[in-house]
C-alpha cells in the first residue's frame, strides 16, 4: 500500500461526499467500506467487506475500486426501485 491508512480512507471516504461514507482498516489490511444515504440516518446504501487494501498500490486502483463501488449502489438503488414498481403494480 503506497498511502498511510488515514490517507486512503480520506480519498474514499470523501469520493462519496455529500453521502456519509465510513471505511474502516483492519490491522490485516482488509477494509470495510459503509455508504450511508446521507448524515443524518443510519439508513445504509451500500457496506462491501473483506476489500484487499494491500492490493490499493496505484491511483488506477483506488478509482477501480470506488468506480465499482459506485457502480455496486447504482445496482442495488436500481433493484430496489425495479422491486417497489413491481409491488406498487399489484
Known amino acids: 500500500m503506497f498511502l498511510s491508512a488515514l490517507e486512503l480512507r480520506n ?6 461526499l455529500p453521502k456519509r461514507c465510513l471505511c474502516t482498516l483492519s490491522p490485516d489490511l482488509s477494509m470495510t467500506v459503509k455508504v450511508y444515504a ?4 443510519d439508513h445504509l446504501d451500500l457496506m462491501v467487506t473483506g ?9 488506477r486502483e483506488i478509482h477501480e475500486l470506488i468506480a ?3 457502480s455496486d449502489m447504482q445496482h442495488r ?6 422491486h ?7
Open 11 to 16: 480519498i474514499i471516504e470523501s469520493s462519496f
Open 68 to 70: 465499482g463501488l459506485r
Open 51 to 59: 476489500i484487499n487494501a494491500q492490493r490499493l498500490n496505484s491511483c
Open 77 to 82: 438503488a436500481s433493484f430496489q426501485l425495479l
Open 84 to 90: 417497489l414498481d413491481r409491488a406498487a403494480a399489484r
Open 38 to 41: 446521507n448524515g443524518e440516518t
